[in-house]
Nanobody, 124 residues
Framework: QVRLLESGGGLVQAGGSLRLSCAGS????????MGWLRQFPGKEREFVAG????????SYADSVKGRFTISRDNAKNTVYLQMNVLKPEDTAVYYC?????????????????WGQGTQVTVSS
C-alpha cells in the first residue's frame, strides 16, 4: 500500500507561486501514474494535473494549463506541482493521488491511493 504525504500549501497573493510536494512511501512509487486533484467546499474532487509512471507524459485541466506544471522524481519517490500566476479561484484543498496506470489519469475515481490534502489559499 502506498502512503502519500503532501506539503507546500499555504497562503499566497494573487499572481504568486507555490510548489506542492508529495512524498510516497510503502510501495513502488514508479509503478503508479500520479496526479494532483483539488476540492472546493461542497464540491467533488476535480482533476488538476497528471503524470505518467516515467514522467514522460503529462495532462492538465484546461483551467490550469500554462500556469501549473507537474513533475516527478522517482529516485526520491516524490511528485511536484509548480503553481504559477495563482488566482483566487485556485483556492482549494489539493490532494496527491496514485493510480495503477501507465499514463496520466484525469478521472478522480481511477485513483487508488490519496494523501491527506494540503490547503492552498490565494488572496485577491
Amino acid at each position: 500500500q502506498v502512503r502519500l504525504l503532501e506539503s507546500g500549501g499555504g497562503l499566497v497573493q494573487a499572481g504568486g507561486s507555490l510548489r506542492l510536494s508529495c512524498a510516497g512511501s510503502g510501495g513502488t512509487f514508479s509503478s503508479y501514474a500520479m496526479g494532483w486533484l483539488r476540492q472546493f467546499p461542497g464540491k467533488e474532487r476535480e482533476f488538476v494535473a497528471g503524470i505518467s509512471r516515467d514522467g514522460a507524459r503529462t495532462s492538465y485541466a484546461d483551467s490550469v494549463k500554462g500556469r501549473f506544471t507537474i513533475s516527478r522524481d522517482n529516485a526520491k519517490n516524490t511528485v511536484y506541482l509548480q503553481m504559477n500566476v495563482l488566482k483566487p479561484e485556485d483556492t482549494a484543498v489539493y490532494y496527491c493521488a496514485a493510480a495503477m496506470a501507465l499514463f496520466p489519469v484525469d478521472r478522480a475515481r481511477a485513483y487508488t491511493y490519496w494523501g491527506q490534502g494540503t490547503q492552498v489559499t490565494v488572496s485577491s
